[in-house]
């Protein structure tokens, strides 16, 4: 693809990602090619300076994602001529060769990671790093904003099912690698089915309130024959949508129509903790005691935890999940610590980094809870943990620009997630703002 | 590329856009197959019940890209077999010849919008229009949010120049999307390359803190190297970042690099507005009269409106542009109003919405000041305007499935948001929270 000669065309998809980058990393190329710094040996480290909004834990998303992307960070004849409108030559004949040579390190994907936790470590020239910062920020700050969210979620949920469903919010790309991120953070099933194609995630879902008012004729409404047909195409398992008019009055024609087998009913508007009370009620006296209830409407953490005491079955989340429920970026950053072999930092005001390349170890206590997150610099050994459990984060992702074979896949990192959960002290998993679950402590 | 055969892979970019939607509009569609309510005439439109918070405002944005995924929005093979997992042969051979044939009329790209601005109205058959439900507000959504947030700071910057620079803070394919709302509400330029490619938005981008820290040696940081490295590669027209040690010294030490005739410094942290008047009296008395200070970092629509009094020259907007500066998504709906002619609308509670295919003008005094928001149902003849001037708001966006020619493009959008923004009552660019700028009205 990336060698194709065509017209420029916004409806085409570029499979080169080596576009998908702010133009100042190119003109630092340039520059840097000007003086010969570029073939400095660099590390670059990716970490967040704070968890948002008073967030006690994150989670890393996206590096399967990003791992893929970096694959296709290549310029073809397509990508140079857009770059050489700004670029001399001298840097466009480097970048026609160019492919990402170096190594990196990071978390794996679906580890917690606290304020200074260096998820990821990308080590090469200068050249061949700096070229990857805005992809790495972008694919990271999203997929992790939004299993961050995701992942109180499902603590919230305490085991019940939960469905995103949040496409229509969210840009039409970032729609599947919010419900990849999501999935990753333990969520059960997703609307998006760009998302079952490429990530292999469970699809689900089955009717909108546009199906109960298409039955509508000029003598009125007929939601009786809309769950006629529903149930008839879709099997008596389906979930009935029963608020496009009368709640009671749906459940009653939803059960009377499908049955006491009726797979589910669904409530996507009003006070949702009083009508699933009064709906349990009214489907056990149907006898439709197994069918289940599925709420919906303007969810988030703290609204599906105050449901926990109430009969709900599932939770269908949308905007406020692919939005990462007010936190909409992780807020990381991708910052210049070591240049052959000397420490580098930025003094300015407020975004002080500590220079060096960097490792990670996660202390715990013999019963599993995490009590620490170590961060040292890679030059000295690991520091003594002092009796407590270690284990070391940072795991090989890249060999000379290989990508390492048998990687974590979404599997591993949704597991990953479970267990990081579990490990957390009991205020760690708390919804309202506070202090970071553990402390990092920088061992120099 | 949708006729391809092949292996499901993550990275491949899939040109068709049919997956870009939810499971449950293809059960919809299965369920109105089997029962021939699937033919029925219908209208949806597209509306927003509120602005977010307490916006005065909203800009329609992502018309244009909406209309070329609606092109590539065709099932082939790949997303023939997807559905089939779920779906009866019936639907899937029906899937498998579709494309949308009906007729979409809506508001011009760049044009103000309001609560309950029928913003689309989507007409044809149920079955050809359900289908095209997630894909019109993902796309609207997205690029409203971001053209909205926009337009404040646009608005805020008081004719200055304003830089989209937000890639690393949201999806990768969200940033050109986002640079194309930012520069449609009137932002001069775009740090993001594949929005170069696909939009020609004007590019910028220098350097960042990397460039200066590589320029570091075992005896201590180089900043006049770096700079002088830059100016050499980039021209004395180059903007050269001075904030990475200490921005007295690097303010002196690159007009001692490159001249008075320096082009920009551009500083990222710290009192911007305290920064920005040291900065300029220091460039001034160094004779660098004509150069430019550039500021960025956290700048968001009430801290570029603060720095109105300061010499600042230009912003860099990032975060705050990319996450729609609170309200990441515009929260706009898509509703079937009419079946065969019927006005249908839900009647649960909050989310009431009023039947009927409807049309909408603008009322303006002589001056140009707009009054009024009118909706009226399109089977009705225009309400008498009562010796106002009057705007017909929609027009024909597609007929029997094609574009019209000759739509309005970026370049008219961009030109209609700012003459959009004049015409409001001033309360309207206030920005701090309060009412729509102007009243919507339904005559029914």
Redesign the interface.
């Known amino acids: ?1 990336a060698n194709q000669t065509h017209a ?1 065309d ?6 080169s ?1 080596a ?10 190329l ?6 010969e ?1 570029a073939q ?1 040996t ?1 590390t ?1 480290e990716v970490f967040a300076r704070r968890l948002p909004n008073g967030r006690r834990y994150g989670v890393v998303a996206g590096t399967g ?1 990003l791992l ?2 970096l ?2 960070f290549r310029f073809g004849a ?2 140079l001529n ?2 050489a409108k ?1 670029l ?1 030559d001298r840097t466009v004949a480097w970048l026609r060769d160019y492919r990402f040579g170096g190594d990196i390190d990071g978390y794996r994907e679906g580890d917690l990671y606290f304020p200074g936790s260096p998820i990821l470590s990308v080590r090469g020239t ?1 050249a061949e790093c ?1 070229l990857l ?3 790495a ?3 990271l ?2 997929d992790s904003a939004i299993a961050s969210a995701a992942a109180r979620m499902v603590s919230a949920a305490d085991g019940r099912a939960t469905i995103e ?1 949040g ?11 919010s419900s990849r991120a999501a999935y990753l953070a333990g969520f059960t099933a997703t ?4 998302a ?5 995630i469970p ?9 109960t ?6 003598d009125g ?1 007929h939601e009786a ?1 809309a769950f006629r ?2 149930v ?3 099997g008596v398992g ?1 979930t009935l949508l029963v ?5 009671t009055e749906g459940v009653r024609i939803a059960v009377e129509v499908a049955g006491p087998k009726l797979g589910g009913v669904r409530i ?3 006070d949702l903790g009083v009508l699933a009370r009064q709906v349990r009620k009214q489907l056990d006296e149907l006898g439709a005691t197994e069918t289940k209830i599925v709420l919906s ?1 303007d969810l988030d953490e703290h609204a599906i935890a105050a449901l926990r005491v109430e009969p709900v079955d599932s939770y269908g989340v949308g ?1 406020s999940l ?3 429920s007010g936190a ?2 992780a ?1 990381m950053v ?3 610590v070591e ?2 072999g ?1 420490p ?8 002080e980094s500590i220079g060096g390349t960097k490792r990670a170890s996660r202390l715990a206590r013999s019963t599993g809870t995490v009590v620490e997150e170590v961060v040292y610099l890679a030059k000295n050994p690991a520091p003594d943990p002092g009796g407590l459990q270690v284990r070391e984060l940072m795991i090989p992702l890249v060999r000379s620009g290989e990508k390492v074979p048998d990687l974590p896949d979404l599997a591993d990192a949704r597991a990953l997630v479970a267990q990081g959960l579990i490990s957390l002290p009991w205020e760690g998993l708390k919804l309202s703002n506070g202090e970071p679950a553990i402390p990092t402590t920088f061992v120099g």
């Open positions: 693809m420029p916004a409806t085409v998809a570029h499979t990602t576009l998908l980058t702010d133009q100042y990393e190119l003109t630092m340039a520059a840097a090619l000007a003086d710094s400095r660099c670059f994602r893929d992307a694959a296709n397509d990508e857009i770059v700004f001399d200068f700096v910062e805005t992809l920020l972008s694919i700050n999203h469903m496409s229509r919010r969210t840009h039409e790309q970032a729609a599947p690698a609307s998006n089915l760009e079952v194609r490429r990530y292999g699809g689900t879902g089955t009717s909108a309130h546009a199906f008012l298409l039955h509508t004729d000029t409404p024959d047909t529903q008839r195409a879709l389906t608020d496009t008019y009368d709640i996507d508007s009003g409407g905007t692919v939005t990462g909409p970026t807020g991708y910052k210049l240049v052959d000397v580098v930092a930025k003094r300015s005001s407020h975004k």
